[in-house]
């Protein structure tokens, strides 16, 4: 049972820095909308947030 608690708490540990780094990303995004489309068929308000999400940039506007 302790070693259970042991590689949960590990893990925790390890994925805790990459889920704020995300949330960090998008505070530092502007919320005026200027959406763009991008190569997987989503349209996000802005370039900071299609970027923030890992996409790749196809079009300004909507998809």
Known sequence: MKFIWLITVIV???F???ATAEK???KNCS???KPVCATN???YS???FLKC???TFAHNGNC
């Open 53 to 55: 999400d890992g996409a």
């Open 12 to 14: 925790a540990v390890f």
């Open 41 to 43: 068929g989503n349209t």
């Open 46 to 48: 802005s370039l900071c």
């Open 31 to 33: 919320l005026v909308l």
């Open 16 to 18: 805790w820095p990459l």
């Open 24 to 26: 960090d990303c998008y």
